[in-house]
Nanobody
Framework: QVQLVESGGGLVQPGGSLRLSCAAS????????MNWYRQAPGKGRELVAS???????NYVDSVKGRFTISRDNAKNTVYLQMNSLKPENTAVYYC?????????????WGQGTQVTVSS
């Protein structure tokens, strides 16, 4: 129904920046909130940032002031701009989208993109 493909991960030095992208395709009309999650080695999945279809955003406290989530509805793409990166930000970052129809709600996940912050 909905396919999500992340890109933009990679290796960056502490203090550097990366911009993650997540392109949605398929039945995207009913997508409401889009989210970025991350999972660090040995840890559980953590919600990093959320954005609604109207542009309201929320962030986990640890990334406020450094990360910015945005979306381009015309392109069906959500972004995560990550600045002042720290080694503890190293994780696999996953795009998530929630869609809601009259009859059911659905969660969709991308395959993940690796972000490594290291000297």
């Amino acid at each position: 129904q909905v396919q999500l493909v992340e890109s933009g991960g990679g290796l960056v030095q502490p203090g550097g920046s990366l911009r993650l992208s997540c392109a949605a395709s398929g039945s995207t009309a009913n997508i409401n909130t889009m989210n970025w999650y991350r999972q660090a080695p040995g840890k559980g999945r953590e919600l990093v940032a959320s954005i609604t279809s109207l542009g309201r955003t929320n962030y986990v406290d640890s990334v406020k002031g450094r990360f910015t989530i945005s979306r381009d509805n015309a392109k069906n793409t959500v972004y995560l701009q990550m600045n002042s990166l720290k080694p503890e930000n190293t994780a696999v970052y996953y795009c998530n989208a929630h869609s809601q129809s009259t009859w059911a709600g659905y969660d969709h996940w991308g395959q993940g993109t690796q972000v490594t912050v290291s000297s």
